[in-house]
């Protein structure tokens, strides 16, 4: 998407003649009394006249910034926010996406030797700590596993909803309540059924609005196919790409999804080509399908010099040494727990 503009509406409001500091307030008000001679004694040793100039000035200092941040900036759908943004959403028929928690499915190891098993509802796996945070999600029912089976896949919830949870393979695998009969647990490939996903943010509800004025024409553009994926799919529109070159022949077309971290699974990208295909969504004679981001891999071998190394404890230089490998993951969009820059296609 284009940077969004950026506007001074102070400097507007000077330039149309209002004035925006203090001095500028007291001056146009001392020019006011001057013409109607009211007062005479518009000295800044006077009491009166610092009291009478104090009451006039902050009033006007509140008011030009109520303009500015509530009137002005709400005006316009580049700089409006919270509630002023909805109202702008509703005007083209959008609503703002709710936060909702993630779902997916993780693997239970049997111990060896042992018969059948039961892992109740609501057994609790969860994350080392990643950035001073622990994430959790827990079994939506009780299962049983049989005799003769060694693994089975068990659905479960996070916590709490947010993007958060949308952990690579391998993070989940700590079972801080031991199961009878169960020797480990993890996610695997495709675990995430359902990413979880934060409330709308300002600048992703923005770009959806955008993208609305693209949608009134009767062809199924991108502006369509991106809206529509994006809503069902919980994703910011910037992050679903178009490969438009009859990829299946003439009529085709691809669009690649990403996360803002984990990997998406097989069956929600099937959902979200059933509601284009079979739902009626798709355009006469479109062939258009939903694939997760292509990825490349590399093996990174990472030198970490640290400063005055004896000071440290065994145990704090393993952590030091997760804590790094976690946050050059979060560049790889593996977790999202650390303020560093992304990778993105074609970038």
């Known amino acids: 998407m284009e940077t969004k503009p950026t506007i001074d509406y102070e400097k507007v409001l000077h330039d149309g003649g209002m004035p925006t500091t203090e001095a500028e307030i007291s001056a146009a008000f001392a020019k006011v009394v001057d013409e109607a001679g009211l007062v005479t004694n518009t000295s800044k040793m006077s009491p009166f006249w610092r009291l009478i100039n104090t009451l006039v000035t902050r009033p006007v200092l509140w008011l030009k910034a109520a303009l500015i941040n509530v009137t002005l900036k709400n005006m316009y759908l580049a700089t409006a926010s919270g509630t002023w943004l909805d109202m702008f959403a509703w005007g083209v028929n959008l609503k703002r996406k709710p936060a909702s928690a993630a779902q997916g499915v993780l693997r239970f190891y049997k111990t060896a030797g042992a018969s059948m098993v039961t892992v109740p509802a609501g057994t609790v796996i969860q994350t080392e700590r990643i950035n001073g945070e622990i994430y959790r999600v827990s079994t939506t029912e009780s299962v049983v596993m049989a005799d003769n089976v060694f693994s089975a896949l068990l659905p479960v919830r996070a916590e709490a909803a947010g993007g958060a949870f949308n952990f690579a393979p391998g993070y989940f695998r700590i079972l801080p309540v031991a199961v009878s009969g169960i020797e480990r647990v993890q996610n695997e490939e495709g675990w ?18 955008r993208n609305q004025y693209n949608w009134v024409g009767n062809y199924h553009t991108d ?5 529509m994926i994006a809503a069902v799919a919980g994703l910011s529109i910037d992050r ?10 003439a009529g085709t077309a691809n669009a690649y999804l990403l996360l803002d971290s984990g990997v998406i699974s097989q069956p929600f990208i099937e959902a ?3 509601y284009i295909t079979h739902q009626g969504h798709h355009g006469h004679g479109d062939d258009m399908q939903c694939l997760p981001m292509p990825e490349t891999h590399y093996e990174l071998s990472v030198t970490l010099f640290v400063a005055n190394l004896a000071n440290y404890s065994q145990e704090q230089v393993t952590t030091l040494k997760t804590d790094v490998e976690n946050l050059i993951r979060c560049s790889f969009r593996e977790n999202r727990e650390y303020h560093v820059k992304k990778t993105w296609p074609y970038s």
């Open 192 to 209: 995430l059924l359902t990413p979880g996903s934060d409330a709308e943010s300002d600048d992703d509800l923005r770009d959806r609005c």
């Open 223 to 227: 502006a369509v196919y991106r809206g």
């Open 240 to 249: 679903i790409f178009f490969l438009h070159d009859a990829p299946r022949g």
């Open 272 to 274: 979200v080509n059933d």
